[in-house]
């Protein structure tokens, strides 16, 4: 029934922009992002293509829209009591995401992008919320007196993540070996968090 014109002339602003958003993501989920055209959406949502072009200048900034809308879903953060044993988490997390359907399209859509700093901006995992994801981590093992204050920097919080994504575009594998993982943490991440502010006097 989403063809029926009446049904195109009632749908307009919000609810036809969900509806273009929504057949965008039931695009990605059927045939990643090398099977999504506007034509396909455009039928999918009962719209036509200007409709489309009228909110999203092109195929690379729908899919980009539609992949954020994919994921959206906020997990529960790792609460262990631990800093080393919620850091691991958060990277396996990730190293699963980049592995699944999932990670393939986000990969296509940062190559699609060609660059585009907006478009890259609105990927990588959500840059905000993944600084927010870290330094929540982070912050609650400063209240358990794990690590300094002077810990939580943006920087310093994602800097294992951070090395986990090189980990993809050095080696050109969607997967991480668990035992990089762990030595990310071990040698890199712990070490870096656990001594800012011993040099400062804090």
Not at 63 to 70: D, I, K, P, T
Not at 75 to 102: C, F, K, V
Not at 131 to 155: I, S
Not at 172 to 197: K, M, Q, W
């Amino acid at each position: 029934m989403t063809g029926d014109p009446a049904v195109r002339r009632r749908r307009r602003g919000a609810a036809l922009e969900r509806a273009i958003l929504y057949a965008a993501v039931q695009e990605l989920t059927e045939s990643g992002y090398a099977g999504l055209t506007m034509d396909k959406v455009a039928r999918r949502a009962g719209t036509n293509k200007n409709a489309i072009y009228r909110r999203w200048p092109n195929r690379t900034a729908l899919g980009v829209a539609a992949y954020r809308e994919l994921v959206s879903a906020d997990p529960q953060l790792p609460d262990t009591g631990d800093l080393r044993s919620d850091a691991l988490e958060l990277l396996r997390r990730a190293n699963r995401h980049w592995a699944s359907p999932y990670g393939e399209i986000l990969r296509d859509l940062m190559s699609s992008s060609g660059g585009a700093p907006e478009l890259l901006a609105q990927l990588h995992d959500h840059p905000g919320d993944e600084d927010a994801v870290w330094l929540t981590v982070l912050g609650r093992a400063v209240a358990r007196g794990e690590v300094h204050p002077e810990a939580l920097h943006p920087r310093v919080a994602t800097v294992a993540v951070a090395l986990l994504r090189n980990e993809y575009s050095v080696r050109g594998t969607p997967s991480t070996p668990d035992s990089v993982i762990v030595e990310i943490v071990d040698e890199v991440y712990l070490p870096l968090v656990r001594h800012r502010g011993v040099f400062t006097g804090a």
